[in-house]
């Protein structure tokens, strides 16, 4: 069984400042990890994804994310954020090749104050 | 076409009625899949088609939901009976067979009154 555990249901950041998004997870077997955003009324736009090699996964739109096998997280960061920013960010795990169902946290909203 | 399209974007019903949800995946995209998004229960997996068959149904949560694929594209979720729980956000994504990749539509958000 996988699970996703996303710290914090609200992060609110100045513009400018750095965004840090918690994700942990528990998986049986190696696991692919996703993060997704999410903009108002809008569907899941891919932003990042490990699948094997580098742990350090870099996205679109400035984010990058680390998998640390040690501590099971795959935690979000930007190092400057943007009032564009400003959405729902989802951490999704899947248990790798050949698997095709996504289990989401319940997914962190990110404010971006002026 | 570009995307994944979902169709209708939005949809109010009378509890009791019965709805459909369509969704046209990219083309080419063998895997299609239904999640749904509510308050207070995340993204939840319902369904996942490769080709016109469905392994997985493990996620429907009634007897009163089904779905179809059909030609290996298009696919409707339909909903028998709404109950006011069934309202939510319904998210269709496709991906290639083997890639890790779910693209996601932009939902279809159904209110039953």
């Known amino acids: 069984a996988q699970s996703v555990t996303q710290l914090g249901s609200h992060v609110s950041v100045s513009e400018g400042a750095l965004v840090l998004l918690r994700c942990n997870y528990s998986?049986?077997?190696?696991?692919?990890l996703f993060w997704y955003v999410q903009y108002p009324n809008q569907g899941l736009q891919l932003l990042l994804k490990?699948?094997?090699?580098?742990?350090l996964v870099k996205g679109i739109n400035g984010f990058e994310a680390e998998f640390k096998k040690s501590e099971t997280s795959f935690h979000l960061t930007k190092p400057s954020a943007h009032m564009s920013d400003a959405a729902e960010y989802f951490c999704?795990?899947?248990?790798?090749?050949?698997?095709?169902?996504?289990?989401f946290g319940k997914g962190t909203k990110l404010s971006v104050i002026p | 076409g570009a995307g994944v399209s979902q169709s209708p974007s939005n949809k109010v019903t009378e509890k009791g009625k019965d709805v459909e949800l369509r969704c046209d995946p990219i083309?080419?995209?063998?895997?299609l899949y239904w999640y749904r998004q509510s308050l207070g229960q995340g993204l939840e997996f319902l369904i996942y088609?490769?080709?016109?068959?469905?392994?997985?149904k493990s996620g429907l949560p009634s007897d009163r939901f089904s779905a179809e694929r059909t030609g290996g594209s298009v696919s409707t979720l339909t909903i028998q009976r709404t109950q006011q729980e069934d309202s939510a956000v319904y998210l269709c994504?496709?991906?290639?067979?083997?890639?890790?990749?779910?693209?996601f539509g932009q939902g279809t958000r159904l209110t039953v009154v």
């Open positions: 998986s049986s077997v190696p696991p692919y």
């Open positions: 999704a795990v899947n248990s790798g090749a050949g698997s095709y169902q996504l289990t």
């Open positions: 994504a496709s991906s290639n067979t083997g890639s890790t990749e779910a693209f």
């Open positions: 083309s080419g995209h063998t895997a």
């Open positions: 088609f490769q080709g016109n068959s469905a392994p997985d």
């Open positions: 490990y699948t094997t090699g580098a742990t």
